[in-house]
């Protein structure tokens, strides 16, 4: 939410003047004791006096009926004036300090310390009231609702509330700007305690779900299995030519498309690219030559219906490859054969194979299929394809993948060599007599699906309709099922909705099981609540909204050293965040994962460890145990990942 500043802070007037010999502090003694006990007999007739202008307000006001200043909690009119020279607490202000300075809080400040002081302040004010007071208004608007889950939605009202209380206050500018600071404190403070409300909510256990007939897959209704392949690999490996090739040899593009896509590279002098523009279609794309964000492609199989997520290779886009690794059931790692071309792109330092290595791995891709592109450019030679994969086996072997996993392919993209069928190059086949690449694919295991559990999917992108006024939530199906017309919740609000209508594979559909890649459209819900990197979930079964959690990491190799204190970017599912080390709890044996010890000052290369970080803004999260979809975690830094694990324990601060 935005934050307000306040351009004329400096011109705060404190009610004191700048000379201090204006104020005269020689006053009668005698005079004031008489004040007081005239104090005190207004206050017995049900009135208040005004600090400033003296005027006899009834004792249900809240606000000066003249001047329209704030009254004054204490009674003893000008005796509390000097409270308005407390220092501004930058870490945890009080409603009070936010009265007199007219300040939002800090969002990197401590928030459950504020919350504390927000109560103490209430609880040592309310003996000397004898009537509500704003901060008790503005306590009540935010837990009223502690039996459900609060929303941003709530909060307008409770802001209304407060503007209205204060109408007639418009006359003083500086009430105005303290208004302002509450309303913005009470925004924030509503946006922490998602968390805490969820967890209230939270009653039901997922072990006690029971799914209903029509969640249940059924065998007979389709026989071809759901596969996410994504496309990983060193910038210009060739991924997308091999994607936009495969799709044409399977019809999935036509000749007509396939020519326009010909003569549109011509004319730029970029003819080898033709197959690449079938999935690059943005103009920045096919000027720069490279894949920027995920490519969404659809093909069948002997067995599988494929989900081709073709991802882009250049170090600066990593974050969109972790987008499309997180959907992937399995992996085609696509490697440049040519000279020079390999050891770029395997360089520890600016090369990109390794790392989609490691992160397809940390996100539980298990089958990857490596594919040895333009082999026609080192002339089919055999000798350099033992050398290619004898470095890349030893290094994906390092990364825990198992060799019954890993399948080798030799191919050429741009010469349809071993793309769909048997290898019609001589120099090749007399060699290699194993499988094409779509056998392959057909080789590849689909992973059982959650169908029977509560509704789960991480939101990867979000389609807004001006015209027609709705919004859809684009991802894949981590668990459960939905059809048009069944409830769910979006997180982190809260808000909840109705399915109006579902898409799966570009097409229209009743029932979208876990493993389906969607596009969900919504109804009765703010189109404003929806956001890349937020959950779809059951209304019964909530996820956790966190900012402090515990992980379990593994120090990459070649990474920077994890200091208390580092700055790191939080990537999990689609969400991403920035992030603080706040401890560093212990060091792992990398075998057993016992301790062996604790609080270490720095964490180095191929470590393993426990560390704690607090995140500036909250997100949907679970244990690995309750989810290892929403439980995988990636630390970036420098635009390189440093470190992967999964979140161990989720900490609510209190």
């Not at 909060?155 to 209205?164: N, T």
Request: hydrophobic share 35%; charged share 25%; aromatic share 6%.
């Amino acid at each position: 939410m935005p934050r307000k500043g306040f351009s004329n802070f400096d011109d705060y007037d404190d009610g004191f003047d700048d000379d201090d010999d204006a104020y005269d502090y020689d006053y009668d003694v005698d005079e004031h004791e008489a004040a007081e006990a005239e104090e005190e007999v207004i206050a017995q007739k049900g009135l208040w006096r005004c600090a400033i202008c003296t005027y006899d307000n009834d004792e249900s006001m809240h606000v000066c009926d003249i001047c329209g200043v704030i009254r004054q909690p204490v009674p003893g009119g000008n005796q509390t004036i000097n409270t308005n020279t407390a220092p501004f607490k930058f870490d945890a202000p009080s409603p009070d300090d936010l009265v007199s300075n007219g300040l939002t809080s800090s969002r990197i400040g401590p928030k459950d310390s504020m919350k504390k002081k927000e109560k103490q302040d209430s609880a040592e004010q309310n003996p000397l009231k004898k009537g509500p007071d704003r901060s008790e208004t503005s306590s009540q608007g935010r837990h009223d609702n502690v039996g459900g889950i609060q929303s941003f939605k709530s909060l307008p009202k409770a802001k209304a509330d407060v503007s209205k209380e204060t109408s007639s206050s418009s006359k003083n500018m500086k009430v105005s700007e303290s208004l302002t600071g509450t309303m913005n404190n009470m925004s924030l403070t509503g946006e922490t305690e998602i968390s805490r409300e969820i967890k209230i909510r939270r009653a039901k256990s997922k072990s006690n779900h029971k799914p209903e007939e029509w969640m249940l897959l059924d065998k007979e209704s389709d026989t071809l299995s759901q596969l996410n392949l994504a496309i990983v690999g060193h910038v210009d490996s060739g991924k997308s030519t091999l994607s936009g090739r495969l799709l044409h040899l399977l019809g999935r593009i036509s000749q007509k498309q396939m020519h326009k896509f010909e003569k549109e590279a011509k004319s730029q002098g970029k003819g080898s690219f033709a197959y690449a523009w079938a999935l690059d279609e943005s103009t920045e794309e096919r000027e720069r030559g490279i894949t920027m964000t995920v490519a969404v492609a659809y093909f069948n199989s002997k067995r599988h219906h494929v989900v081709l997520l073709d991802s882009p290779g250049h170090k600066d886009f990593v974050p969109n490859m972790i987008a499309g690794a997180t959907q992937a059931d399995a992996a085609i790692l696509v490697i440049d054969a040519s000279i020079g071309a390999f050891e770029a792109g395997f360089d520890n330092l600016k090369g990109q194979t390794r790392e989609h290595a490691r992160v397809l791995r940390g996100f539980g891709v298990e089958q990857v299929i490596v594919a040895v592109n333009k082999m026609d450019i080192v002339g089919y030679s055999k000798d350099r394809f033992d050398l290619i994969k004898q470095h890349v086996g030893s290094f994906l072997h390092s990364c825990r993948f198992k060799e019954s996993s890993l399948t080798w392919i030799p191919l050429s993209a741009m010469e349809n060599q071993n793309l769909v069928s048997a290898p019609s190059e001589s120099r090749l086949s007399s060699w290699y007599q194993g499988p094409c690449l779509l056998d392959a694919v057909d080789s590849v295991k689909s992973p059982d699906r959650d169908v029977s559990k509560p509704l789960l999917m991480p939101i990867c992108d979000v389609v807004r309709s001006s015209s027609q006024g709705q919004v859809s939530a684009c991802g894949k199906l981590e668990a459960g099922a939905v059809r048009p017309g069944s409830k769910i919740m979006v997180m982190p609000s809260g808000d909840q909705g109705t399915v109006r209508s579902l898409e799966r594979d570009s097409q229209g559909c009743t029932i979208a099981r876990a493993g389906d890649n969607v596009a969900i459209a919504l109804q009765g819900i703010d189109a404003n609540q929806v956001m890349a990197g937020g959950v779809l979930c059951h209304p019964d079964y909530p996820v956790s909204v966190a900012t402090h959690l515990e992980l379990m990491v593994l120090v990459l190799e070649g990474a920077t050293p994890i200091l208390l204190g580092s700055q790191l970017e939080f990537h999990v599912h689609h969400a991403k965040e920035a992030a603080t080390v706040v401890k560093l709890v212990a060091m792992l044996d990398p075998k057993t994962g016992e301790q062996t010890k604790k609080s270490p000052r720095c964490l180095t290369a191929k470590q393993s460890a426990m560390l704690e970080v607090s995140l500036q803004y909250p997100v949907c999260v679970e244990t690995f145990s309750e989810s290892r979809a929403l439980g995988r975690v990636f630390l970036r830094s420098s635009g390189r990942t440093v470190a992967m694990g999964k979140v161990t324990r989720i900490i609510q601060d209190s």
